[in-house]
């Protein structure tokens, strides 16, 4: 279990649900006047530890703000139900329809999800299958730093495996067994078996899920989509990759927002981390906006 210090404000409970209990912390709106809901989805992995001190500061600025803002641990994350090594995609996507249900039933306004690296492709991919069943009328989406494609990011994910092998031979690559290779442990992954990465253990279910996963086979989105993409100084041109799915989006009628913002990528560095220009972008994305359009 991982310990929760309460936010000024917030409210800690445990949603249940058909697979147990969520931990939550909800920011209730300050003011008389509620401006929409607002869903966070957390990280994979030890970057959801990693960015917990971000995702507090903007849900108490959204607060602040006049918006309700719901931050849920995935089932098998946190203090929620469940082992790592149970988690599913699916599963995963039913804690967002939980969340966004009690998010609906608390405050009757207009409802955004906001997520972070593969926490957003997951928003992401809930937002495409809700535009084909209407489970909830999304306002909007907002995207940090989202993962584009989840091939990419699980063979990402295995590296770490591969860089202890690689240190448990004193740093030397010709020593390591090619059994530790990247390629050869997603093949054992996909191919059914277990594996314990930086300290999880990855179900070959939810590694073939991630492995399926493209955000450019995601369109179309019903509702607006802010992309805030990250980078060590604002003016760097974005990258092709980027550039490409934006304009795969926009070709698909998706009504997309690209901003890139200077900033520390907080969900990976070594001690934690604030972003202070993320912050206040995100922040100004709400400000002034009915229900959080713009």
């Known amino acids: 279990m991982t310990a929760h210090p309460k936010p000024p404000g917030a409210e800690p409970f445990f949603l249940q649900t058909d697979l147990g209990q969520r931990f939550c912390l909800f920011h209730p709106p300050a003011g008389p006047q509620c401006h929409g809901a607002v869903l966070y989805v957390h990280p994979f992995g030890d970057e959801m530890n990693k960015a917990r001190r971000m995702a507090a500061l903007q849900a108490r600025a959204l607060a602040a703000q006049g918006y309700g803002v719901l931050q849920l641990d995935l089932y098998g994350c946190g203090d929620s139900s469940g082992e790592f090594g149970e988690a599913r995609w699916d599963i995963w996507k039913d804690d967002l329809a939980a969340?966004?249900?009690?998010?609906?039933?608390?405050?009757?306004?207009?409802?955004?999800?906001?997520?972070?690296r593969l926490g957003a492709l997951l928003a992401l991919d809930y937002a495409h299958?809700?535009?084909q069943h209407a489970r909830h009328p999304l306002a909007q989406l907002v995207l940090w730093q989202p993962v584009q494609n989840g091939a990419t990011f699980l063979t990402q994910f295995l590296r770490l495996l591969t860089a202890n092998a690689m240190l448990a031979e004193g740093g030397d690559t010709k020593k390591s067994d090619k059994s530790t290779g990247t390629a050869a442990l997603r093949a054992t992954l996909l191919g059914g078996e277990m594996l314990e990465v930086a300290g999880y253990d990855v179900a070959p279910a939810l590694a073939v899920a991630i492995d399926s996963k493209d955000a450019a086979r995601l369109a179309p989105l019903t509702c607006p989509v802010h992309w805030m993409e990250t980078s060590a100084a604002a003016e760097r041109p974005l990258t092709p990759a980027v550039l490409r799915l934006a304009e795969a989006w926009r070709a698909a009628g998706v009504d997309l927002h690209l901003q890139q913002v200077s900033c520390t990528p907080f969900w990976s560095t070594q001690e934690i981390a604030e972003s202070p220009e993320?912050?206040?972008?995100?922040?100004?994305?709400?400000?002034?906006?009915p229900h959080g359009l713009s």
């Open 129 to 131: 299958d809700n535009a």
């Open 278 to 289: 993320l912050l206040a972008a995100t922040s100004a994305l709400f400000q002034g906006a």
């Open 99 to 116: 969340g966004c249900a009690w998010l609906s039933a608390r405050l009757s306004a207009p409802l955004s999800l906001w997520g972070l």
